[in-house]
């Protein structure tokens, strides 16, 4: 990791070695390691600390006032906290620290905004179009229309999907799936989600550079890229004229809900998911009583306004 000179150089190795921590051991991806980094660094800025084994519960307190006068959001703030958090820790464990100085302190209470979704009729209006755009050929359509037939057919992250590679695709049907934090998981791929991928298979051969291992490439032959697939959502969206923005994150979301919606089995949608915990996919229950209590108001005789 670089360094930063702003911060004392005892702090700077105890950072690096923290962040190294999180990429070998723990798998963290190199986005949330920066996030680390980068709040940590400002927690150091601000203290002016010379070493992190000087770090109180009154340090902890007066970082939290700082971020709260600056205003940031709920959610900016227990992000810091949590970064804090975890690297006291692993400063205890290395015996820099005797004990957690952020123990005790509580992130302010934010507001969980529900994910959103489209509705399976969107859904299909999006899947089932003809690409209208002219400066693709056919391969390069069968290669989105696959792409976004497993995004939403398997619920798969965004960077799941760009890291696919073709020893990835089962011969039973299923895709291997390298998730956060290295976990691996079999995916059953449906039938749309299928057809379109052995579409695609068929013809990579001439848009892929003769030793590409990625399921899916650029027209430079290369591995696509997480934002060259996002820019082609977002035009056959818009081509489509739905109603709301697309994005790779709402096919995932609405895989999810419409799976819950339909199967009402909350642990199946956590392990197609991939989430360590349970608690991060009950957020669809909410989704779910919403889509219920429409039905109730919709359904009902005393539901009904006068």
């Not at 084994?53 to 810091?80: C, Q």
């Not at 692993?90 to 994910?115: R, T």
């Not at 965004?158 to 390298?178: P, R």
Request: glycine share 6%; aromatic share 6%.
């Amino acid at each position: 990791m670089s360094t930063d000179a702003l911060i004392s150089e005892p702090c700077q190795q105890w950072l690096d070695k923290f962040l190294l921590h999180l990429q070998v051991e723990r798998g963290l991806s190199i986005h949330t390691i920066k996030n680390y980094q980068r709040q940590l660094t400002e927690v150091a800025k601000l203290l002016g600390l010379y070493e992190w084994s000087g770090l109180t519960p009154s340090d902890i307190k007066r970082v939290m006032a700082d971020v709260k006068m600056s205003g940031h959001s709920p959610r900016s703030i227990a992000l810091r906290l949590s970064a804090l958090r975890t690297f006291c820790q692993y400063l205890i464990d290395h015996q820099q620290l005797f004990s957690n100085p952020v123990e005790g302190i509580q992130a302010p209470k934010q507001g969980k905004p529900l994910p959103k979704q489209l509705s399976v009729d969107e859904m299909q209006q999006l899947l089932n179009a003809s690409p209208k755009s002219s400066d693709d050929d056919e391969g390069m359509q069968l290669r989105d229309v696959a792409m976004f037939e497993l995004l939403y057919g398997c619920g798969l992250r965004l960077s799941e999907l760009t890291g696919l590679n073709l020893a990835d695709c089962l011969k039973d049907g299923t895709v291997k799936v390298m998730g956060k934090g290295s976990k691996q998981r079999i995916l059953p791929l449906g039938r749309h989600a299928q057809k379109a991928l052995n579409a695609w298979l068929k013809v990579r051969s001439a848009y892929a550079s003769p030793y590409e291992s990625a399921v899916f490439v650029s027209k430079r032959k290369t591995r696509i890229s997480n934002r060259q697939v996002a820019n082609r959502l977002d035009k056959m969206a818009s081509e489509q004229s739905l109603s709301q923005k697309v994005s790779p994150h709402k096919l995932r979301h609405s895989f999810a809900t419409h799976v819950l919606e339909s199967s009402g089995d909350l642990r199946a949608v956590q392990e197609l998911l991939g989430h360590a915990n349970l608690s991060t996919t009950q957020v669809y229950t909410h989704l779910d009583f919403q889509h219920l209590a429409k039905v109730y108001d919709a359904a009902h005789p005393r539901a009904h306004k006068k």
